[in-house]
């Protein structure tokens, strides 16, 4: 008999082998037993019959779609995302004029352009992108 690896699922009496599906349980951390569908990675029941919105129309309600409380709708993750960038240069100011010890660690925000306080014309950049000057 053939040994297959574990992304391979022999199924009808080891004659036939396909992908297996790639899922998780979340309770047993075991993989999902089931086959996976035709030209995707997860079974029916892991989201593989899925295809998504495929109008503009049902796209655009998609993006302006209420999740729980309006929280996660586009445009407050931009305006989020513009907040953050924003404090993110407040807080490069302060640091620099000693205000801040230390400097908040992670993942910069969307936009983030790497401006170095002691070059003046940067230092002018980094305080129009912070509010603090126009």
């Not at 019959?49 to 586009?74: C, H, I, M, V, W």
Request: charged share 30%; net charge positive.
């Amino acid at each position: 008999m053939i040994k297959y690896p574990d992304k391979v699922l022999l199924t009808a009496g080891g004659k036939i082998a396909c992908r297996r599906c790639k899922a998780s349980s979340v309770r047993t951390k075991e993989q999902c037993g089931r086959p996976a569908l035709s030209g995707k990675q997860v079974c029916q029941f892991h989201g593989g019959k899925s295809t998504g919105p495929k109008s503009d129309e049902s796209k655009q309600r998609l993006r302006t779609l209420n999740f729980k409380d309006g929280a996660y709708t586009l445009e407050s993750r931009l305006a989020s995302s513009q907040f953050r960038l924003k404090l993110r240069y407040i807080e490069c100011v302060g640091h620099h004029l000693g205000m801040i010890k230390e400097k908040t660690r992670g993942r910069k925000p969307k936009g983030w352009i790497a401006l170095n306080p002691n070059i003046p014309s940067d230092y002018e950049r980094m305080l129009r992108l912070a509010g603090l000057i126009n």
